[in-house]
């Protein structure tokens, strides 16, 4: 049944069928651009690639305004974790993740000494250093898009609300069988299986909350929602004092945290981290409140936007990344990524 889940609902659809889909723009940007690579040239700032692939989280978080950054540093290998950590000024739990990873693949909350050594050893040989970032412990996350419109400058295209993998004890089913219920929380049974980090067998007793998994990704069984009717005047004036003068960046997405979103309205979140021209406006995978078609019709618009921003980079003397450069570092990182 969750096999068919997967087919049909179309959050769950692997990227390069989206692109597929979206193969006509991609075309026409290329040919008004006269480079195959045309998204490179969007965010300068953020690397040779744009935030395409493989540029360093640790440089791309330097970029953003220091009231709103958290701690990063990059780690010096697994040996005297705490030391390093201390003398940065970092206790845990801190995250840990690749330098430059995507889709949440590395990204782990890491709670104490033990737990170090099994993360380097499934994670830090990939050939991207791993940095250690300070944990930010706002109860919500959300994804903010935003782009710089070559002639209308800069607006925030959706907010994209983040709902963790939970269940509520009924104080009679075990952990299993109420996973089970949920296809998107079922999926994940055997990756938790693996991690041993719950008990499945375990009932918890009636109405008590419990978070499986802290890391907010979409693969990892968040549930991603469409919060943009909160975009107000005074959203946007909270985000202004981060993108009014952010110089050499165009196009990304945001991915904040925060008590809420009216505490965002009052400025008062963090960024847990920045993305280029790879990331996706994740409204599209509220499914209720963004359906198919108009999700087609966001991702197209996006693009559509992708190409206004390269051409006038490109007029301004912008140069895109070079072809067999991005052709040996994206299999390099497609390489990576296929590891796990």
Known sequence: MCKLHKV?????????MWHGLALPMHIYNAFKCKTAVYFTVLNPAM?????????????????????????????????????????NGLKFPVVFKPDAGERGIGVVIITSNQEIKPYFNQFGDGGYGIIAQEY?????????FVIK??????????????????IVGDGKSSLGLLLSKKCRYKMQIPR???????????????????????????????QFTNETSHLDT????????????????????????????????????KVIELNGVASEPTIIYDQKRTGFFRTVGIFYKHLYWQGLIARQ????????????????????????????
Request: hydrophobic residues 35%; aromatic residues 16%.
């Open 47 to 87: 690397g040779v690639s744009g935030g395409f692939f493989g540029d360093s989280k640790l440089n791309i978080g330097k970029i953003i305004p220091s009231p709103y950054r958290l701690k990063e540093i990059m780690l010096d290998g697994y040996e005297n974790i705490e030391q390093q950590l201390a003398n």
């Open 149 to 166: 419109h070559p002639k209308k400058g800069w607006f925030i295209s959706g907010i994209t609300g983040k709902i963790s993998m939970h």
């Open 192 to 222: 938790l299986q693996e991690e041993q980090k719950f008990d499945l067998n375990k009932v918890y007793t009636e109405g008590e909350v419990v978070v499986i998994e802290k890391v907010l990704n979409h693969r990892l069984g968040t």
């Open 136 to 144: 930010c412990k706002s109860l919500n996350e959300y994804g903010i």
């Open 313 to 340: 980079q490109l007029k301004n003397g912008a140069c895109p990344m070079d072809w067999t450069l991005f052709k040996s570092t994206l299999k390099a990182h497609l390489n990576w990524i296929g590891q796990f």
């Open 8 to 16: 049909f609902n179309y959050e769950y659809w692997p990227w390069y």
């Open 234 to 269: 005074y959203f946007y004036d909270a985000f202004a004092t981060i993108v009014k003068d952010f110089e050499g960046f165009n196009y990304g997405r945001f991915d904040i945290k925060a008590e809420s979103i009216e505490q965002i309205k009052l400025g008062n979140f």
